[in-house]
């Protein structure tokens, strides 16, 4: 599955994927650190989202919603924060 074939949401402390053709909730992936709503800005490129929440970032598989890795960002602070995934050549 590539990421133009879904709808991709940060909401609640979760991301959560919807099939652009019908808008099906195809999976959803709880972050970790979480127990009450939280803003969560997501991004993503063909293969992955990354998600940002409560001062850290994870890495997400479009296909299975694993988290592949996060990042606690030490030292940056708990604010919201712009996510954009970019590849330099």
């Not at 709808?7 to 127990?35: C, H, K, Q």
């Amino acid at each position: 599955m590539k990421s133009s074939d879904l709808v991709v949401l940060g909401l609640n402390g979760r991301v959560i994927a919807l099939l652009r053709e019908d808008g099906s909730l195809r999976r959803t992936t709880d972050l970790p650190g979480f127990m009450d709503d939280g803003f969560v800005t997501v991004a993503c490129d063909d293969a992955r989202a990354y998600a940002f929440a409560r001062g850290r970032i994870h890495c997400l598989d479009l296909e299975s919603g694993r988290i592949l890795w996060s990042n606690e960002l030490e030292g940056f602070g708990y604010g919201n924060a712009s996510v954009l995934s970019a590849r330099i050549s």
